[in-house]
């Protein structure tokens, strides 16, 4: 894929001058869903599907942007006097807001650049390909402009202060830092109260991780994220009343269970609950994993789909159907929707017998109920974005 890139490249933008070569992954999440902006845990790892670059530096403040996944745009011509989101110029304000992230750092572009761009991340299907976008980028600025003192913890902090203030998404810190911190075969057990990390090894001799892309995406999406966010928010103003914390992340089920009825509302007690029981399910799924319990890890897989569904309501109904097609079939070990909800994706782990049959079985009994097919993906767990040439 690197070669047609590198080749598209030269034929848009001429073959003269260095080139170089970056890669970011997209992220699935195992487990901890809709906790990174309430202090809580999560654990997501890097995929090997993400998004390519190839770049070339230019002597004026000229940017040109183009990617082979939305082709129609063309070359997009821009400058770096001009890093103001633009609705027409879609995709390039992902890069664009890192550009204006590292130069409100004081970290300034003191040329233009030619960025050509290639994702293998199935679009909308809820597995980072933006955060991916604006990793590379993170990672692409450090390169080039010689930015050594940024880490690539920050270049994740710095993504995701471009999603949320450039391009209006208010999501949390997972996606970037699953995407710039990743490690081959670990997912990265983050308590994004602290950002204090650590790779778990994921090995399952006798199972796989698959990927089902429900192929749905529902409208909803940014505005009820953001509304989800904004309940949560209230509901731990509610409780700072009668309990000293600062993030839902602090409190057990049992402090919750003691505190809740300072929330005003029923809805906001069962976005709060969501987040608190979500976040030690996840402390536990992890022990789990590392006692080689993974039987637990699935029975923790399911009660937090229960949980997204019923208290956080962030499924739908072609992914619920997705989830019960998989607890009906042997071999699977546990399954949940996966990524900020309202369509995309689950995620699933399937003991190496039964991927044949959950793959059409599941394929099948889907297409049946819904009118289209679902896509599977096994995941290999990749490392995280860096320079390739
Ligand atoms: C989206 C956001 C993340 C996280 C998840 C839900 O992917 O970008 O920050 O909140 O939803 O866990």
Not at 42 to 56: I, K
Not at 179 to 206: C, I, Q, R, W
Not at 253 to 263: C, P, T, V
Not at 377 to 383: P, Q
């Amino acid at each position: 894929m690197l070669d047609k890139l590198m080749q598209k490249f030269k034929e848009l933008y001429g073959a003269d001058g260095e080139l170089r070569t970056y890669f970011a992954p997209g992220r699935v999440n195992l487990i901890g869903e809709h906790t990174d902006y309430n202090g809580g845990h999560v654990f997501p790892c890097a995929l090997t599907l993400g998004t390519y670059a190839a770049v070339r530096s230019r002597n004026d403040r000229v940017l040109r942007f183009y990617s082979m996944n939305f082709d129609s745009f063309g070359v997009v011509e821009t400058s770096l006097d001009d890093l103001v989101p633009n609705k027409e110029a879609s995709w390039t304000n992902y890069p664009k807001g890192v550009m204006w992230a590292f130069e409100k750092r004081g970290m300034k572009l003191s040329h233009g650049l030619d960025i050509a761009i290639y994702g293998d991340i199935p679009n909308g299907s809820g597995l980072s390909s933006s955060a991916s976008l604006e990793v590379l980028t993170g990672v692409i600025l450090k390169d080039i402009f010689g930015f050594e003192q940024v880490s690539m913890a920050e270049i994740a902090l710095i993504g995701q202060d471009a999603e949320n203030n450039y391009n209006g998404c208010n999501c949390g810190i997972m996606d970037q830092f699953a995407s710039a911190m990743g490690k081959k075969d670990h997912a990265v057990f983050l308590d994004t109260n602290t950002l204090n990390y650590e790779y778990a090894p994921v090995k399952l001799p006798d199972a796989k991780i698959i990927i089902t892309n429900s192929r749905v995406k529902h409208s909803l999406v940014d505005s009820a994220y953001n509304d989800r966010r904004n309940e949560c928010e209230t509901a731990l103003r509610e409780l700072q009343e009668v309990v000293n914390i600062h993030s839902l992340g602090e409190l057990s089920e049992e402090e919750y269970e003691e505190h809740k009825g300072a929330i005003k509302d029923a809805v906001r007690q069962k976005r709060a609950k969501h987040a608190v029981y979500e976040n030690q399910r996840t402390i536990r799924a992890v022990g789990a994993l590392k006692a080689n319990d993974i039987t637990l890890f699935g029975q923790l897989m399911n009660a937090s789909h229960i949980s997204l569904k019923d208290d956080y309501e962030v499924s739908c109904e072609e992914i619920d159907i997705l989830v019960d097609l998989a607890w009906k079939t042997e071999g699977v070990i546990g399954s949940r929707i996966t990524g900020g909800g309202f369509g995309g994706c689950t995620v699933s782990i399937v003991k190496n017998e039964a991927v044949d049959t959950f793959v059409n079985e599941i394929g099948e009994a889907y297409f049946e109920k819904v009118g289209h097919r679902a896509e599977f993906y096994v995941v290999d767990i990749g490392d995280g974005a860096g320079r390739l040439s």
